[in-house]
């Protein structure tokens, strides 16, 4: 082997190394294709690592606020897909405390049956997997009576709905949540939208289609926020990484207080009438 071969593996080697947690899994990297077989990374596993990280490290601030810095703490991931974001929340933060529990909930069998192979593999002893929607998940014997953060990655529109109305009815502590691809309330507004332009000069917000699109978006996630006040929860929303790795970038993060906030129903209430959306009072926005 030349010199410059030794010196490009040391560099490659250095490079990944600089990626990567100190103790974390090569195997699992690999497994998750996050890393080829030869233990590189490409630019888009990269990206994809990159959003991962930047979401553990506001997940693992949260698990330090609980009870013995959540060594016990139970955590459950919404739309999980290849579980990703669990693996590595374990590897990096339960895998060594002997205590706490992953549970990844998933849809697609295939990916829920690769998952529990994979943990099996590794001597993931406590993660679990289970072949559920969302929505099924909140009355799931599986799962125990209360969880202490739920955490969903681009869940695609409704899901995000549904891992909020599971972390109320599980009393969770905390959600940390990235919505994604909110199709909804878009298509209310385009159902209202001749009703409204009659009504309201706010209507040419989303007179046009793209920002139909864009102002359902952006007012699924506002309507969210205050849910989760009225509910009890303090909120905070911030961006996962920089708009070059994701365009889908909002995240919520939800602290219970136990102070639920009047004025958020109020102007939660406020604002699906002023919308046309009043209907949604008896399906995603029930408030106490």
Same mark, same amino acid.
């Given at each position: 082997?030349?010199?410059?071969?030794v010196?490009?593996?040391?560099k490659a080697?250095?490079?990944?190394?600089?990626?990567?947690r100190?103790?974390q899994?090569?195997?699992? &990297?690999?497994?998750?294709?996050?890393?080829?077989?030869?233990?590189?990374?490409?630019?888009?596993?990269? $990206?994809?690592?990159?959003?991962?990280?930047?979401l553990?490290?506001?997940?693992?601030?949260v &698990?330090h606020?609980?009870?013995?810095?959540?060594?016990?703490a139970t955590?459950?991931?919404?739309?999980?897909?290849k579980? @990703?974001?669990?693996?590595?929340? @374990?590897?990096l933060?339960?895998?060594?405390?002997?205590g706490g529990?992953?549970?990844?909930?998933?849809?697609?069998?295939?990916?829920?049956d690769?998952?529990?192979?994979?943990?099996? $593999?590794?001597?993931?002893? $406590?993660?679990?997997?289970?072949?559920l929607?969302?929505?099924?998940?909140?009355?799931?014997?599986e799962?125990?009576?209360?969880?202490?953060?739920?955490?969903?990655?681009?869940?695609?529109?409704?899901?995000?709905?549904?891992?909020?109305?599971?972390?109320?009815?599980?009393?969770?502590?905390?959600?940390?949540?990235?919505?994604?691809?909110q199709?909804?309330?878009?298509?209310?507004?385009?159902?209202?939208?001749?009703?409204?332009?009659?009504?309201?000069?706010?209507?040419?917000? *989303?007179?046009?289609?793209?920002?139909? $699109?864009?102002?359902?978006?952006?007012?699924t996630?506002?309507?969210?926020?205050?849910?989760?006040?009225?509910n009890?929860?303090q909120?905070?929303?911030?961006?996962?990484?920089? *708009?070059?790795?994701s365009?889908?970038?909002?995240?919520?993060?939800?602290?219970?207080?136990g102070?639920?906030?009047?004025?958020?129903?109020?102007?939660?209430?406020?604002?699906?009438?002023?919308?046309g959306?009043?209907?949604l009072?008896?399906?995603?926005f029930?408030l106490?």
């Amino acid at each position: 082997m030349s010199s410059k071969t030794v010196a490009r593996a040391s560099k490659a080697e250095a490079d990944l190394q600089s990626e990567l947690r100190p103790g974390q899994s090569i195997e699992l &990297l690999k497994e998750l294709h996050i890393l080829t077989r030869e233990g590189r990374l490409n630019q888009d596993s990269r $990206r994809k690592l990159k959003q991962v990280y930047h979401l553990f490290q506001f997940i693992e601030k949260v &698990l330090h606020e609980l009870p013995n810095e959540g060594a016990q703490a139970t955590l459950a991931d919404h739309g999980a897909g290849k579980s @990703y974001l669990g693996f590595i929340i @374990y590897d990096l933060f339960f895998n060594q405390r002997g205590g706490g529990h992953v549970y990844g909930i998933e849809t697609r069998a295939e990916l829920v049956d690769r998952s529990r192979a994979l943990a099996a $593999r590794l001597g993931f002893e $406590r993660m679990s997997f289970l072949n559920l929607t969302v929505a099924e998940s909140a009355g799931a014997s599986e799962l125990p009576a209360r969880i202490d953060i739920v955490t969903a990655l681009h869940a695609c529109d409704t899901a995000t709905d549904d891992a909020i109305a599971f972390g109320l009815a599980k009393e969770a502590r905390f959600m940390v949540l990235v919505p994604c691809c909110q199709a909804e309330i878009a298509a209310c507004l385009r159902q209202t939208k001749a009703l409204a332009l009659s009504r309201t000069p706010l209507a040419e917000l *989303w007179r046009h289609p793209l920002h139909t $699109r864009e102002i359902g978006s952006q007012l699924t996630n506002v309507l969210r926020c205050l849910y989760l006040e009225a509910n009890g929860y303090q909120v905070t929303v911030t961006e996962l990484v920089g *708009w070059e790795h994701s365009m889908k970038n909002e995240l919520i993060i939800a602290r219970h207080t136990g102070q639920r906030k009047a004025s958020a129903a109020a102007r939660l209430r406020e604002l699906l009438e002023q919308f046309g959306l009043e209907s949604l009072l008896a399906t995603r926005f029930r408030l106490p």
